[in-house]
């Protein structure tokens, strides 16, 4: 009894982690987030850590937790980043509660005299994709200013340029405030993982144009799909030509072993060239 109540105990923790989180649940790595789907106040990943990176300032260290996954691959980035260019990325703002951000909302008001205007620069309680903890404000040690600058800089646009590759996307450009309803942030980097990150930053689309198509795909190809099926599907219905779309959503997949089937049989047909299929269902990307 005593064994069984212990293995129970663990299973919760395991699935309070977010371990058997469906992609678009609160704690599934593609949750949308922004004023039409808000998060309640009483959302807390459970497994908030602090990357081990630098900061902007030693205070901002308490600023920065993130959840485990995207915390790892924010650390693979900025080692990257160091390694390949010589830059000094700066962590400056992680993971926000709901009362934070409320605040923050609230002196923006304040601030520039109402909420219509306060909207453009920052997220109310609730819109923020930071109290997913998955989402990093980024700067380097040569631009420390939060603004558009920042996308003008070589860090910046190797950011811009390479952040797919760990799984990261810049989620707010100057070209979809329409769209996002925010005003552009080339600092803020959401965590998606690698094959969502890729395809949307192949696709070159808002993650509001991405996530409502996405959220219409069978969740094992959500969660299993490797970058070159999800851009080649998503490519594929947002043009107007959904037949493979609907091909994949109506597959009989009752199985693991059908489900990857269909994954590969479905991967072909995107491949670029000099990319095999071995490499795109190991996560490779460019």
């Not at 060239?273 to 071995?278: D, M, P, R």
């Amino acid at each position: 009894m005593k064994k069984c109540l212990i293995l129970f105990m663990a299973l919760m923790v395991f699935a309070c982690q977010g371990a058997f989180a469906a992609p678009f649940d609160d704690d599934g790595l593609l949750r949308l987030v922004n004023r039409d789907e808000k998060i309640t106040k009483k959302y807390v990943p459970a497994d908030l850590v602090k990357p081990d990176v630098p900061t902007n300032k030693k205070s901002q260290q308490e600023s920065i937790f993130m959840r485990a996954e995207a915390a790892r691959a924010l650390e693979e980035m900025f080692a990257a980043a160091k390694a390949e260019k010589g830059y000094n990325l700066l962590a400056v703002s992680g993971y926000r509660a709901f009362g934070l951000q409320q605040v923050m909302f609230n002196n923006k008001v304040k601030a520039v005299g109402s909420k219509e205007k306060a909207w453009r620069k920052v997220a109310p309680a609730g819109a923020s994709e930071h109290q997913l903890g998955l989402a990093q404000d980024v700067i380097c040690d040569t631009y420390r200013y939060l603004n558009n600058g920042f996308a003008d800089t070589d860090e910046g646009k190797w950011l811009y340029a390479n952040c797919h590759r760990f799984g990261f996307i810049v989620r707010y450009l100057k070209e979809w405030e329409s769209i996002t309803g925010y005003a552009a942030e080339p600092w803020h980097f959401r965590y998606l993982g690698v094959n969502h990150a890729a395809a949307v930053h192949w696709l070159n689309i808002p993650y509001e144009t991405y996530a409502h198509q996405a959220m219409e795909l069978p969740e094992f190809v959500q969660v299993k799909g490797n970058a070159y099926l999800l851009y080649g599907v998503m490519d594929n219905a947002l043009n107007g030509d959904g037949c493979l779309f609907e091909e994949i959503c109506n597959a009989a997949c009752d199985t693991e072993a059908q489900q990857m089937a269909v994954i590969e049989e479905m991967t072909v047909y995107f491949l670029p060239e000099g990319i095999s299929l071995s490499q795109a269902l190991s996560g490779e990307v460019h």
